[in-house]
T-cell receptor
Framework: AQSVTQLGSHVSVSEGALVLLRCNYSSSVPPYLFWYVQYPNQGLQLLLK??????LVKGINGFEAEFKKSETSFHLTKPSAHMSDAAEYFC????????????FGTGTRLKVLA | DAGITQSPRHKVTETGTPVTLRCHQTENHRYMYWYRQDPGHGLRLIHYSYGVKDTDKGEVSDGYSVSRSKTEDFLLTLESATSSQTSVYFCAIGRTGGFGTEAFFGQGTRLTVV
């Protein structure tokens, strides 16, 4: 069965510092992996997704994630944090190709300090 | 955002009353989903639909029913609301976006059961 674990429910970084949000997955099949961002009182917006085409995936707003099969990880990074990056971030795994049935992690709230 | 409208956006209801949440899409997508979001749990799938009158259960379907009599509308009903169903409810559709096919989420409905 698929599952997702996000380490750290809250992460704080200084503006301009590296952002690293951790996600580990468990999947019995080649996974489709996603990172979503949620700003206060809004829905979820897709940042990026992995579908096996490339292990380093680039997303919007300068974010990227690297798929590491040996570590079953899909960590989200951004070289330099901006105040506008403050939000909650969710990692998710799809239950199969062509479906939007996702298993979500519990989320990581990112705080950016001035 | 364009494409999905959830109504109402906020609702307070009493324990034991039935409640219906509506998700309306304007893009004629086949796949529609209801998720609930709770602190510490991320998003969890309640029910989903592959087309008109074609629905199935997700991982947290107890106490919920759905109906889809038209492509554009997917209704979620809490048959007898309980305090444990206090949550934020998100509708999602499968659509083509900047990353190819992706789950696109509505703005959410905040439901409080008192």
């Amino acid at each position: 069965a698929q599952s997702v674990t996000q380490l750290g429910s809250h992460v704080s970084v200084s503006e301009g510092a590296l952002v690293l949000l951790r996600c580990n997955y468990s999947s019995s099949v080649p996974p489709y992996l996603f990172w979503y961002v949620q700003y206060p009182n809004q829905g979820l917006q897709l940042l990026l997704k992995y579908t096996s085409a490339a292990t380093l995936v680039k997303g919007i707003n300068g974010f990227e994630a690297e798929f590491k099969k040996s570590e079953t990880s899909f960590h989200l990074t951004k070289p330099s944090a901006h105040m506008s990056d403050a939000a909650e971030y969710f990692c998710a795994v799809s239950l199969g190709s062509g479906t939007y049935k996702y298993i979500f992690g519990t989320g990581t709230r990112l705080k950016v300090l001035a | 955002d364009a494409g999905i409208t959830q109504s109402p956006r906020h609702k307070v209801t009493e324990t034991g009353t039935p409640v219906t949440l509506r998700c309306h899409q304007t893009e004629n997508h086949r796949y529609m989903y209801w998720y609930r979001q709770d602190p510490g749990h991320g998003l969890r799938l309640i029910h989903y639909s592959y087309g008109v009158k074609d629905t199935d259960k997700g991982e947290v379907s107890d106490g919920y029913s759905v109906s889809r009599s038209k492509t554009e509308d997917f209704l979620l009903t809490l048959e007898s609301a309980t305090s444990s169903q206090t949550s934020v409810y998100f509708c999602a559709i499968g659509r083509t976006g900047g990353f190819g096919t992706e789950a696109f989420f509505g703005q959410g409905t905040r439901l409080t059961v008192v």
